[in-house]
């Protein structure tokens, strides 16, 4: 795991819309891992002691030109981190994932962005949310993908208190807000379950991002996608982050790295603001 030593503090300078302007890296966080040079791949790590005020944060990630933006929400939020570790019984796989869940103020709302990447094949089954505590086996309460999507996908979707079926009970938001629920995929080679992520409610500050191409300066057509999760702790001291990319268009040239931009073109930070950083 690699830790840096400086700090950003920016959660009160966000604004609610993303921005398509590029600054100077801060911080390069995936040269360091074993997927780095990979068109697909898993980062975890953290970043310690961050510097004070930024506009707002992005993601960018050289070669495929895939951003995602950092954006400061104010609802409960989850994070999961997936792979076959967890599985029970535990599996030895290559395959992971990463998951941003949002539950509404009322209760009444769950919405999720997963990336997953390097299944065996692709679904058997549909991917599911269960209800287990970790280490142990539930139900499926929920279906979140279908049988035949890819063993590499972004999916989104959206699970409320009056769906017409499988419905988001007061029991199972309890679920989550107790750590019990959790998603698993299955494909044919692991028909029970390849990969597992148990949902986890995030402490500290929450913040998202969504990678795509479209979010470049200039915008870039490609199939790349990934998903990210960070959470900044309550002594606003130290920042983690789960992030799952997949479909580059080739390995990292340049590594990936946070960037802080400004309204300025092409996010060419002036010379009065570097003290920022």
Not at 205 to 210: D, G, I, K, L, S
Not at 257 to 262: A, E, R, Y
Request: glycine share 8%; aromatic share 10%; proline share 6%.
């Amino acid at each position: 795991m690699l830790t840096i030593n400086r700090v950003m503090h920016w959660w009160h300078h966000l604004p609610m819309a993303r921005f398509p302007y590029c600054g100077e890296p801060l911080k390069r966080f995936s040269v360091t891992l074993s997927t780095a040079t990979l068109p697909d791949g898993y980062l975890f790590n953290q970043w310690t002691n961050m510097v004070p005020r930024a506009n707002f944060v992005h993601l960018l990630f050289h070669k495929s030109n895939l951003i995602g933006m950092t954006v400061v929400t104010a609802q409960i939020h989850f994070t999961a981190r997936l792979d076959g570790s967890q599985q029970n019984p535990p599996m030895s796989v290559p395959a992971t994932g990463t998951g941003s869940f949002t539950l509404s103020s009322d209760l009444s709302r769950l919405s999720w962005t997963i990336s997953y990447q390097g299944l065996s094949g692709s679904l058997t089954a549909d991917g599911y949310f269960h209800v287990a505590d970790s280490g142990r086996n539930g139900p499926v309460v929920k279906n979140i993908a279908l049988s035949g999507d890819p063993a590499s996908n972004t999916i989104s979707g959206v699970w409320t208190s009056t769906d017409a079926t499988q419905l988001l009970t007061p029991a199972l938001v309890d679920s989550f807000l107790t750590g019990r629920a959790y998603v698993n995929f299955h494909t044919s080679a692991n028909p029970d379950g390849e990969i597992r992520g148990q949902v986890n409610l995030a402490t500290g500050v929450h913040f998202t991002a969504n990678l795509d191409g479209a979010q470049q300066n200039p915008p870039v057509t490609t199939n790349a996608r990934g998903t990210s999760a960070f959470i900044l702790n309550p002594a606003r001291t130290e920042i983690r982050w789960y992030i799952t990319y997949r479909n580059l268009s080739g390995p990292l040239t340049a590594g990936g790295h946070f960037h802080v931009s400004c309204n300025c073109p092409l996010g060419i930070m002036p010379e009065t603001k570097r003290s920022w950083l």
